[in-house]
């Protein structure tokens, strides 16, 4: 009979916690956070001791994306098992995955509803230094490419800010350089592949 009750029990314990995925932001859910963090936090996180500049107990957990960015640091700490304080009553094993995968489920709601990339990087040539190492690691052929290609001009002391464009006649240079540096990977230094004239398809 008890085995029966343990079996229900988690059953219903197993059920709840599919459900709590699914539906995410229940109150139940919500309150079983408040409670953690009651219990092992606000003792100094709280709006009048605020330790460490930080009040956990005026955020609102079930609006994480209002505070994410202070959420995040919370869940840093978590993560890293350093908060509560060593030699501080802190949550069990358990306790912190639950508490951390509840915060981290809603932050990553909350990003998915509001995608901010930011700036996101462009494609670039490399620069004359990058394609000598990138040659290098890939073909095993270490050349002095100064002669394939011209030379990056520096930009407030960077030489490769200015790598945004690629003209055709530079790009025909890098075409040019491919040649031959995969002659040379092939062992075929004397023997040039048939001409093409890939520019057309870029201009
Ligand atoms: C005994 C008091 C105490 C308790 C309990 C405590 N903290 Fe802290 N917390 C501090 C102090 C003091 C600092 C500032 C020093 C530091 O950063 O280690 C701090 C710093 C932090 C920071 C860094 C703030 C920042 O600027 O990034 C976070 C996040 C944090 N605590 C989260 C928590 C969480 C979550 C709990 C509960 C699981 C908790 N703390 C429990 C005292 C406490």
Redesign the pocket.
Same mark, same amino acid.
């Given at each position: 009979m008890a085995l029966i009750v343990v079996c229900v029990a988690r059953y219903i314990a197993i059920f709840t916690a599919v459900c709590g995925i699914a539906l995410g932001q229940s109150a139940a859910d919500h309150n079983a956070r408040r409670e953690t !963090?009651n219990r092992?936090?606000f &003792?100094?996180?709280n709006s009048n001791l605020k330790? &460490? &500049? !930080?009040a956990?107990d005026s955020l609102d957990p079930a609006h994480v994306d209002r505070q994410s960015d202070t959420w995040e640091?919370?869940v840093?700490?978590?993560t890293a098992r350093?908060?509560?304080?060593t030699g !501080?009553p802190?949550?069990d094993e358990s306790g912190y995955r639950t508490l951390l995968s509840a915060i981290e489920t809603d932050l990553d709601r909350a990003a998915a509803a509001n995608l901010n990339p930011g700036r996101t990087d462009t494609f670039r040539r490399l620069t004359r230094a990058e394609y000598r190492n990138a040659v290098r690691d890939l073909l095993a052929i270490d050349t002095d490419v100064t002669a394939l290609l011209p030379s990056d001009e520096s930009s407030h002391g960077f030489d490769n800010v200015t790598v945004g464009n690629l003209s055709p006649a530079l790009l025909e240079r890098y075409l040019a350089a491919a040649e031959k540096l995969s002659r040379l990977a092939l062992g075929h230094a004397g023997r040039a592949p048939p001409r093409r004239s890939m520019h057309r398809a870029y201009v």
């Open positions: !963090l092992y936090c &003792g100094c996180h330790s &460490g &500049g !930080l956990i640091r919370v840093r700490r978590l350093s908060m509560p304080p !501080l802190r949550p």
